[in-house]
């Protein structure tokens, strides 16, 4: 998933940011309201949207409910998770509330962190379980295991990243821009061959007609026949 983190705690920020990585998600980590509203409320057009959001409460320039509460007000749909140090109900109760998805209280278990973020986008699918399956290709997401008729298919962290962005778009077509952003965040730069090098790979060990070019435009997952 693409996803933005807003949290002012520089350790916890490194710590969760690198987390997130590790776990295939590919993360731009900001510190204030202020730059919130920046990168998720008010985008450019050229900004790829976020499927998911985490945010502090006690941000320095403001209060991470308001941000919330802007959000929902500006119509924004994406699901946002809070994640705080504040364990009262009556908190948790203010943050549903106000637009939120899910919120955790702090010290973060990251691997808590990684289900909820999966609840999360099961949510917003609507699926109720983590398995995905396209023809003969199926994807267990929890345990990141991908099989092709029967068969597991040993992936690199980049290709999984690169076939989750193109699985949560089945049949649709995913520029090569919005590939670039599943895999890297702000601090991040791409080679300018990296997506083809992966969707290389992928055909390679799927098949080659599993992922066509659309020319101009990006590609597009096409379900494997069964045999």
Not at 65 to 87: E, G, M, N, S
Not at 122 to 148: F, M, W
């Amino acid at each position: 998933m693409r996803l933005l983190l807003v949290e002012d705690d520089v350790m916890l920020g490194r710590a969760l940011k690198a987390g997130l990585g590790q776990d295939g998600h590919a993360t731009d980590w900001v510190r204030s309201a202020a730059d919130a509203r920046t990168a998720w409320i008010v985008p450019t057009p050229e900004t790829v949207p976020y499927e998911a959001v985490i945010v502090d409460l006690g941000l320095p320039d403001g209060s991470g409910i308001d941000l919330v509460r802007a959000a929902r007000a500006r119509r924004v749909k994406t699901p946002v998770l809070i994640a705080t140090a504040r364990d009262r109900v009556a908190d948790r109760i203010l943050g549903l509330d106000a637009g939120a998805d899910d919120y955790m209280v702090k010290p973060i278990d990251l691997d808590e962190l990684a289900a909820r973020l999966r609840a999360i986008e099961r949510r917003a699918n609507g699926r109720v379980d983590e398995r995905r399956t396209y023809g003969a290709l199926s994807i267990d997401a929890t345990a990141k295991i991908v099989t092709l008729r029967g068969e597991k298919v040993d992936l690199s962290g980049r290709e999984y990243a690169v076939l989750m962005a193109l699985v949560r778009r089945p049949g649709g077509i995913v520029s090569r821009a919005q590939l670039e952003e599943s895999l890297y965040g702000w601090d991040t730069s791409a080679e300018s061959n990296t997506v083809e090098v992966y969707i290389y790979n992928l055909r390679r060990k799927l098949g080659p007609s599993t992922i066509q070019n659309q020319r101009g435009l990006g590609y597009r997952l096409v379900a494997p026949a069964l045999p």
